[in-house]
């Protein structure tokens, strides 16, 4: 294989393993590696390229996460058929979670919970401060509808270098939680929308939907996120999904189907796609996933997020980016409107992120949240084979199988009457059966780290899980 196509700059700040990863996968969407075609073996291109195995070990992983490559097993990697988007690139443009019904649990595997230890307090109180003064009169007064310029910009900057998403700040609309945005968003698509939904998925983001008219169709979810041929099939104009990580089983939509997924819109009257990327931030192998919005050529995806997980929950700021066609339409629509988050609260988080706050606070929660993974798998390995689990590249929560002959319904029943919060996950199905073996969201994230052993010993004491023997050394 001809690998002049690599170039290595080892005086750069940017990791070698991510240009490396970069490097490989512009060859292949330029079809300078053909499909099928086997990637050289780590040693081999190691010292090729005079640079660590470790290096082209986590390159590879990046490409095999979002779907450019296949690893086989004892053969190699190979090169993915990447299907091409339908449309050539123009330069034209420029969900509530479920929670305990109640408020404290002995145990709370909740995976909308945040670790509250950490948070800079100090920091925090000191921008509080400083905003309460006769300098800042203005903030008293309502301001723009889609939100403070300030706090817009700021979001802006932070999705384009984490997220890879390409926007102004005109093009962003703040508001008090994504169920607050999206009665708003709905208001911008066609009267006759029908929204497709991930099955299994967000029960709330359903009943949103529903009570403001709109019809809504399961699509299923498998391994690799939502069948994009059945949508395909279906009558749905504008599909709803969490492509980075899959709520609730963690599963990350490959290139293919986000090519497919781009195509999809492209090839109808007024389709939308809207990407929810709740908790991108916390990613532990590799780099984070590329946003669908990143990709989007023609003004098809309207992106979501929220500083729930990366901040806090009680914050209540969710923000929408909205394609170019649609910024003048919400304008005249809602410019008479008040943003729904007190100004105070944009203003202190903007300066925030403006003076580098938000990104040292994320790179520690990244660490404390990499850190419990760690433990909880751990933990788990005691009880392998009969506990499996998934989805524990990113997020808050894994997904736990159990091989039991008892029911998903009567061990959630177990676990609720002995005081401990766990989600099922026939909670967020709608027709869809993943697996006969019951599964459950394990979250960890508000969990005290030295808790955890206890914390999961004690779920499976319930259900009568036994741990492994150990085996004496001889």
């Known amino acids: 294989m001809d690998l002049r196509f690599i170039h290595l700059h080892k005086a750069s700040s940017t990791p070698l393993y991510e240009q490396l990863y970069t490097n490989i996968k512009q060859a292949i969407l330029d079809k300078e590696l053909p499909i099928g075609s086997r990637l050289p073996a780590k040693r081999k291109l190691s010292e090729y390229l005079s640079i660590s195995q470790t290096t082209v070990e986590l390159a590879y992983g990046q490409l095999v996460a979002e779907g450019y490559v296949t690893a086989i097993s004892r053969r190699g990697y190979y090169v993915e058929n990447v299907k091409e988007l339908a449309y050539i690139e123009n330069g034209t443009e420029e969900a509530a979670r479920p929670t305990p019904e109640r408020k404290s649990f002995r145990i709370n595997f909740s995976s909308a919970a945040i670790d509250t230890m950490y948070f800079p307090y100090g920091t925090w109180r000191k921008y509080a401060k400083e905003l309460w003064d006769e300098t800042f009169q203005e903030y008293l007064l309502t301001g723009d509808s889609k939100g403070d310029s300030e706090l817009r910009q700021e979001i802006a900057a932070y999705l384009y270098t984490s997220r890879g998403v390409r926007c102004h700040a005109d093009q962003i609309v703040i508001g008090s939680g994504t169920e607050q945005l999206l009665p708003q968003l709905i208001s911008l698509l066609h009267p ?13 983001t359903e009943r949103i939907f529903e009570n403001n008219g709109i019809q809504t169709i399961a699509i299923p979810v498998d391994e690799d996120g939502i069948d994009v041929e059945k949508l395909e099939n279906s009558s749905a104009s504008v599909c709803y999904v969490t492509p980075s990580h899959q709520f609730p089983t963690g599963a990350v939509l490959p290139v293919n189907r986000r090519t497919q997924l781009l195509n999809w819109a492209l090839n109808g009257e007024n389709r939308y796609i809207m990407e929810d990327d709740f908790d991108s931030e916390f990613r532990y192998e590799g780099l984070p996933i590329p946003s669908l919005q990143g990709m989007d050529r023609a003004g098809s995806v309207i992106y979501l997020s929220t500083f729930s997980k990366s901040l806090m929950p009680s914050l209540r700021i969710a923000y929408a980016v909205l394609p170019m066609k649609l910024v003048g339409q919400f304008e005249e629509l809602f410019s008479s409107y008040s943003c729904t988050v007190p100004r105070m609260d944009q203003q202190l988080v903007a300066a925030f992120m403006r003076d580098g706050h938000f990104s040292k606070h994320l790179n520690k929660m990244r660490a404390t949240y990499r850190k419990k993974l760690h433990v909880v798998l751990a933990t788990l390995s005691h009880y392998s084979p009969i506990v499996q689990f998934s989805g524990e590249q990113s997020g808050m929560h894994i997904v736990i199988t159990i091989s039991t002959n008892v029911s998903e319904e009567t061990l959630l029943d177990q676990a609720l009457n002995n005081d401990i919060f766990i989600a099922a996950m026939h909670q967020f199905r709608k027709t869809s ?22 914390s999961i010993d004690e779920l499976f004491r319930v259900w009568n899980i036994p741990k492994k023997q150990k085996t004496e050394s001889p």
Do not use: K
């Open 192 to 204: 006759q929308a029908i929204v497709a939904l991930e099955d299994p998925g967000y029960a709330m």
């Open 433 to 454: 059966r993943l697996t006969d073996s019951p599964q459950f969201l394990l979250g960890f994230g508000g969990i005290p780290i030295e808790m955890i052993p206890h």
